[in-house]
T-cell receptor, first 113, second 115 residues
Framework: GNSVTQMEGPVTLSEEAFLTINCTYTATGYPSLFWYVQYPGEGLQLLLK?????DKGSNKGFEATYRKETTSFHLEKGSVQVSDSAVYFCALSDRGNTGKLIFGQGTTLQVKP | ETGVTQTPRHLVMGMTNKKSLKCEQHLGHNAMYWYKQSAKKPLELMFV???????ENNSVPSRFSPECPNSSHLFLHLHTLQPEDSALYLC??????????????FGQGTRLTVV
């Protein structure tokens, strides 16, 4: 079945450091891929998405590129801030099915000043 | 303001109680979802409703009973729960659950504790 695997956390970085959170997926067909972020005490918010191979999603300085050949959708940011501290979820949505989102286990990011 | 509102935000209930979680969306969406978020586990999809019809029940125990009276409202009725059911329950909505490339919008969740 479809699945998403994220790198284990927590990830601890200093402010202005470069961030990479790895995400790989297994899916039949051509899923859409998403990154969601969950700040403390809140629900999930969409951070970015990509709907086909080689698409790059970007938002708030975060980027991720849909790589079909490596079945990956790694999240990157060039310079993190303390306010980026949150839990990040990679997810896929299977077209033609119920469209349900399948999430990775989440990666906690802590950015220290 | 995410457009998806869940009440209550926190709930403590005994194993013999009956309670309900409520979700309301003002986004004009046609699909609504219940997810369970437990510590150190991936988000688990519980139920999917599309145009008020249940399209998915992810092998959820019968002590959880969903209800979708219209496209804007979704309930989760709880009875005789177990302590392991303690978790954050998240509601989400999207335009149409058959369209896999549209994002879901989430509420802030109900933190449920079963004692």
């Amino acid at each position: 079945g479809n699945s998403v695997t994220q790198m284990e956390g927590p990830v601890t970085l200093s402010e202005e450091a470069f961030l990479t959170i790895n995400c790989t997926y297994t899916a039949t067909g051509y899923p859409s891929l998403f990154w969601y972020v969950q700040y403390p005490g809140e629900g999930l918010q969409l951070l970015l998405k990509a709907t086909k191979a080689d698409d790059k999603g970007s938002n708030k300085g975060f980027e991720a590129t849909y790589r079909k050949e490596t079945t990956s959708f790694h999240l990157e940011k060039g310079s993190v801030q303390v306010s980026d501290s949150a839990v990040y979820f990679c997810a896929l949505s299977d077209r033609g099915n119920t469209g349900k989102l399948i999430f990775g286990q989440g990666t906690t990011l802590q950015v220290k000043p | 303001e995410t457009g998806v509102t869940q009440t209550p935000r926190h709930l403590v209930m005994g194993m013999t109680n009956k309670k309900s979680l409520k979700c309301e969306q003002h986004l004009g969406h046609n699909a609504m979802y219940w997810y369970k978020q437990s510590a150190k586990k991936p988000l688990e999809l519980m139920f999917v409703y599309n145009f008020k019809e249940q399209t998915e029940n992810n092998s959820v125990p019968s002590r959880f009973s969903p209800e979708c009276p219209n496209s804007s409202h979704l309930f989760l009725h709880l009875h005789t729960l177990q302590p392991e059911d303690s978790a954050l329950y998240l509601c989400a909505s999207s335009q149409d659950s058959r369209q896999g490339n549209t994002e879901a919008f989430f509420g802030q969740g109900t933190r449920l504790t079963v004692v």
